[in-house]
């Protein structure tokens, strides 16, 4: 398991993010419309896997935000923002909010959460995702991870963008 935190509250996670150079797991997840996004769909393209708790929050809406604003600018790469929640909110909000350069998507009905090790364990969380970054290369092997220590805590964009520029 691995240990984050909230507000300073330490809690787990299923465990660690998979290893940078090894193969990414595949992931079917649930777009707003309910049909399905896979990995497949990005296969040729570097992924970057923008995993949080809920859309519903400041800090996970401006991790949404940012890398939609940041990704226009950026070639052969998909952004994927991943949450627990329903489908219908992250429909609303990409809708509300005008998100049109990322694949917003649920981990709703899939393994996503234990095959990533993102699922929080422990801790009010149990069920949602914990606050990480993945970036995939066009071969689907992790070149990046990040598992946010404090969870209200925004990722890396910097250290992401300057990856993938």
Known sequence: MATVTLKGNP????????????????????????????????????IVLNIFPSIDTPTCAMSVRQFNEQAASLNNVSVVCVSAD?????????????????????????????????????GPLVGLLSRSIVVIDEDGVVIYTEQVSETANEPNYTAVIDLLS
């Open 11 to 46: 809690f787990e996670t299923l465990g660690d993010l998979p290893s940078v150079g090894e193969k990414a797991p595949a992931f079917d997840l649930v777009k707003s419309d309910l049909s399905s996004t896979t990995s497949s769909d990005f296969a040729g393209k570097k």
């Open 86 to 122: 329903l489908p219908f909110a992250i429909g609303r909000f990409c809708g509300a909010e005008g998100i049109e350069n990322v694949t917003a998507a649920s981990s709703f009905r899939s393994t996503f959460g234990v095959d990533y090790k993102v699922n929080f364990a422990t």
